[in-house]
């Protein structure tokens, strides 16, 4: 008896430290990024940056697959669904995170209970960009042109349940005015009916509407951040213009199964943070308009919440129900 619990404790320990070594040494196999989103686009060109430098670091291949589909929620599913085990990542934005449980009545994943938070890749803050021609030039003038001319102005958005949708419907909310909303599909769209005149603004990424920027057809308002951009250090933000909600913002992160070892994650994250701070890296971002956080998995976690709440109000001021 005494040998076969010997025995048996033998095995237990071999186990434990075969599970550790395991852990300690990933990854030990291919990595697949599962991108929800179809190719060529930010979330896309991001994780194709990130899995380029990770590979060197792995000493594996990284790979990047493309599963979009039902606004984010096929490859979402499938990295649910995946085995536990850190070799199929999700890297994804706000929508399947955040913006899905708002807008759809059920999903095929706990948007909080099936993903555990690894790594914020890059923040977005967004500008409101408005047509040269719109007789404002800041918040502050849009609400009193508003207030003069109910429903006249129009703000395109790139869909329904978009993030310019809600925010403008709850800037309508707050200050008692009426700017019709005229959805797209597609920022791209949107920013060419903003150029065309076809409607009076947008929001946008500062990266991906500098092009409408620098035509001269357009003009930013008000830069949805904390500090001023200093591409354009003349344009104030929503705190400095009296509007302190007015903000909000795309990020990009990287999300691991549940149930994934706690040890797989960190070791993910501290890797993927030896990218995100390599200068090159960081400028390559800036270039783009992307901030590049180093938060800490339970720090992402905290933004999430947050952003869950806020993200609540304006889908109740945009008077939205979920399909």
Excluded at 23 to 50: E, M, Y
Excluded at 62 to 69: A, T
Excluded at 291 to 318: C, D, H, S
Aim: glycine share 8%.
């Amino acid at each position: 008896m005494k040998r076969r619990i010997a025995l048996f404790g033998a095995l237990a320990s071999l186990l434990v430290c075969t599970h550790a070594m395991s852990q300690s040494h990933f990854p030990q196999k291919p990595v697949t990024f599962v991108v929800p989103l179809a190719a060529g686009g930010g979330t896309d060109i991001l994780a194709r940056k990130l899995a380029q430098q990770l590979g060197p670091i792995w000493n594996q291949t990284v790979v990047v697959e493309n599963v979009s589909g039902a606004s984010s929620i096929i490859g979402s599913q499938r990295v649910a669904r995946a085995h536990p085990d850190g070799y199929t990542l999700l890297v994804t934005t706000n929508g399947a995170i955040v913006g899905n449980r708002f807008l759809f009545k059920s999903l095929p994943y706990d948007p909080d209970k099936d993903f555990i938070p690894v790594a914020q890749l890059a923040d977005i803050d967004m500008v409101l960009l408005a047509h040269k021609s719109l007789e404002a030039n800041s918040l502050k003038e849009l609400v009193a042109l508003a207030k003069k001319d109910p429903g006249k102005i129009t703000y395109a958005s790139y869909g329904n349940g978009s993030q310019p949708h809600l925010l403008m419907e709850l800037f309508n909310k707050r200050e008692n005015i009426q700017i019709t909303h005229v959805p797209y599909k597609g920022l791209g769209p949107a920013l060419t009916s903003v150029m065309a005149g076809e409607t009076m603004m947008t929001l946008t990424g500062r990266g991906s509407g500098e092009a409408a920027i620098r035509s001269g057809k357009t003009k930013v308002l008000n830069y949805n951040s904390d500090h001023r951009d200093p591409l354009y250090p003349d344009v104030p933000t929503s705190a400095e213009s009296g509007y302190p909600y007015f903000r909000v913002a795309t990020w990009h992160g990287v999300f691991a199964p549940k149930g994934t070892p706690k040890e797989v994650v960190e070791k993910i994250h501290k890797d993927i943070l030896t990218v995100l701070n390599q200068p090159e890296f960081r400028e390559d971002m800036a270039k783009r308009g992307y901030g590049v956080p180093t938060r800490t998995p339970q720090e992402f976690a905290a933004v999430i919440q947050e952003e869950v709440k806020a993200t609540g109000e304006m889908v109740k001021a945009a008077g939205l129900k979920a399909e």
